[in-house]
T-cell receptor, first 113, second 109 residues
Framework: DAGVTQSPTHLIKTRGQQVTLRCSPI?????VSWYQQVLGQGPQFIFQ???????GRGNFPDRFSARQFPNYSSELNVNALLLGDSALYLC????????????FGDGTRLSIL | GDSVTQMEGPVTLSEEAFLTINCTYT??????LFWYVQYPGEGLQLLLK?????DKGSNKGFEATYRKETTSFHLEKGSVQVSDSAVYFC????????FGAGTILRVKS
């Protein structure tokens, strides 16, 4: 069975641009979460979606937004990119919401020049 | 708010040595606790979990016990291998995952 898949693998943008990252959860998983991992640190929670509704939001500015589609895939959008947005963006899926084990994709490496 | 504190690394061990990575947490209620491992260039893989006090999670020779009285979830392995070299993250969850900063483990042959 396919795991969590993320695209693209790598992305280079310049300050002020906008970016969209994509995630396909494990088949049957209805909850998708997004995390930002800055080099040398642990992942930080950005969003959680369950059944196409936002169920949690971390301490990130409004430049960050996300959505979940009827097939449970998800997109993370970041507007007006800053140098500090350079990070590995991880998507994780789980069967349902709650304190479940989450299964991670390999991430999208975003570099801002 | 909820938080996780891990011992700082890097931890450097010889093959077959005993491993302990300390993890303590602060949280209201009774979160589930996890250890994740991250190999270079990859995402996080779930290593083991525990959902209530005194539960012991185990996988691939790694173990950790949920200690409510000391709010700890220390990771142990009796004999490490070179292939265990990676970054290890302790995490808690009541809904979202809250991670520690990670501990780099290097195992020398």
């Amino acid at each position: 069975d396919a795991g969590v898949t993320q695209s693209p693998t790598h992305l280079i943008k310049t300050r002020g641009q906008q970016v969209t990252l994509r995630c396909s959860p494990i088949s049957g998983h209805k909850s998708v979460s997004w995390y930002q991992q800055v080099l040398g640190q642990g992942p930080q929670f950005i969003f959680q979606y369950y059944e196409k509704e936002e169920r949690g939001r971390g301490n990130f500015p409004d430049r960050f937004s996300a959505r979940q589609f009827p097939n449970y895939s998800s997109e993370l959008n970041v507007n007006a990119l800053l140098l500090g947005d350079s990070a590995l963006y991880l998507c994780a899926s789980s069967l349902v919401q709650g304190p479940q084990p989450q299964h991670f994709g390999d991430g999208t490496r975003l570099s801002i020049l | 708010g909820d938080s996780v504190t891990q011992m700082e690394g890097p931890v450097t061990l010889s093959e077959e040595a005993f491993l302990t990575i300390n993890c303590t947490y602060t949280a209201t209620g009774y979160p589930s606790l996890f250890w994740y491992v991250q190999y270079p260039g990859e995402g996080l893989q779930l290593l083991l979990k525990a959902t209530k006090a005194d539960d012991k999670g185990s996988n691939k020779g790694f173990e950790a016990t949920y200690r409510k009285e000391t709010t700890s979830f220390h990771l142990e392995k009796g004999s490490v291998q070179v292939s265990d070299s990676a970054v290890y993250f302790c995490a808690l969850s009541r809904n979202k995952l809250v991670f520690g900063a990670g501990t780099i483990l290097r195992v020398k042959s």
